[in-house]
């Protein structure tokens, strides 16, 4: 990664407030600016090291060693160019997961998924002996310091780690969870009740963050043709909880953005017109590439990102930055939109092919 270091660095030049306005469209003719909604440490770590010239803390031991590593991270959302830094932190649910070495290269880490077979309660009794989260217990502190140690110009962009989708799911296990739906739907809606009772109390604690300037919540409720259970179960048991979030975070008078993988054709008119969604993250080209989604909604939500996983994967530099200029020049003069990647910066992407993203994104004039 030697090679990073003669890559050359646009002037940070952060304004929270022109993001927002963008992507709430109250700004036009401008162009895009960029928005992304995880990037993994595996490419971070690189980039703050050779790229940055900064010390990047592999193992956190304790509160020292911990602001090093935040420091180290809010300087790389500084440097890239982003008007805001993301960081999000759950509330501790039990969910069973399994494990496997992430074959990413280089990659120290191992990558973890929800077990879709065999969840954590499949019964009453299961239930009652639940140990459900408890607010009390969380350590709010590497939000806390994020939100208290921002440059100037820049905002603070959080939610709960995963949605009230994905935690229903993975503590049924998403097989047991298309069962009860039919054979016991009591108890999904009493685990949906704890779920989204829990991510409540949680936001009501993170929405009092200083320089909190949106919302943007995680919750993947798709795959390739369908939302993961059926639109009536997502009516009755998921989408009333992001209602709630999503009113509760447009009380504090703050935008509620939305990433959720998969195709939700039949529940885009709820999120829009019911849960009230200010943006959608998350897109595929094989599904429904982002310009046709903001053919389709753009006039009525912001649409945030949109540079193929796949493009970012396996192609050149040269196809992202063909890539990120065709959204740039097509989504970016529609308005309401931000430039990033189609879901995130997971550990495979090449750091040449996200860096190329960046700086043709940086470099686009409107």
């Not at 895009?32 to 940055?52: G, M």
């Not at 003069?333 to 994104?361: H, T």
Request: proline share 7%; charged share 25%; net charge negative.
């Amino acid at each position: 990664m030697s090679s990073l270091k003669h890559v050359p660095l646009k002037r940070p030049t952060p304004d929270i407030v022109r993001f927002i306005d963008v992507v709430m469209g109250k700004r036009s003719g401008t162009k895009p600016p960029l928005v992304e909604y995880i990037v993994d440490d595996v490419v971070i770590a690189p980039i703050v090291r050779d790229l940055l010239g900064l010390s990047w803390v592999d193992q956190i031991v304790d509160r020292e060693s911990y602001k090093a590593r935040l420091d180290a991270f809010i300087a790389f959302w500084y440097k890239m160019g982003y008007d805001f830094v993301r960081l999000e932190i759950g509330a501790g649910f039990r969910e069973n997961t399994l494990a496997a070495q992430d074959p990413a290269p280089g990659s120290p880490k191992q990558r973890h998924w929800s077990d879709q077979h065999h969840g954590t309660i499949t019964s009453w009794e299961e239930f009652e002996k639940y140990p459900w989260p408890d607010i009390k217990n969380v350590d709010f502190f590497p939000l806390e310091y994020i939100s208290k140690n921002l440059p100037e110009g820049m905002g603070f962009i959080t939610c709960h780690a995963a949605g009230p989708f994905e935690h229903l799911s993975s503590i049924m296990s998403i097989e047991g969870l298309c069962l009860a739906v039919m054979e016991n739907p009591d108890l999904v809606a009493a685990i949906a009740q704890k779920v989204g009772e829990t991510m409540v109390a949680f936001y009501k604690q993170i929405l009092e963050l200083d320089r909190l300037v949106a919302i943007f919540q995680g919750d993947d409720m798709g795959f390739r043709t369908t939302t993961l259970i059926g639109p009536q179960h997502m009516r009755q048991y998921t989408l009333p909880w992001h209602k709630r979030l999503a009113q509760i975070t447009h009380e504090k008078g703050l935008p509620y953005f939305l990433h959720s993988c998969g195709n939700l054709e039949p529940i885009m008119g709820d999120l829009i017109e019911d849960v009230k969604i200010d943006a959608k993250h998350s897109f595929e080209d094989a599904i429904l590439p982002v310009e046709v989604f903001q053919e389709r909604y753009g006039s009525r939500i912001g649409v945030l990102g949109g540079v193929d996983i796949n493009i970012l994967a396996a192609g050149t530099p040269q196809d992202v930055r063909k890539r990120t200029r065709f959204l740039m020049e097509t989504c970016g003069k529609r308005g309401r939109y931000a430039v990033g990647s189609g879901n995130s910066i997971p550990s495979y992407i090449p750091v040449p092919n996200y860096l190329a993203m960046v700086d043709e994104a940086l470099d686009f004039v409107a």
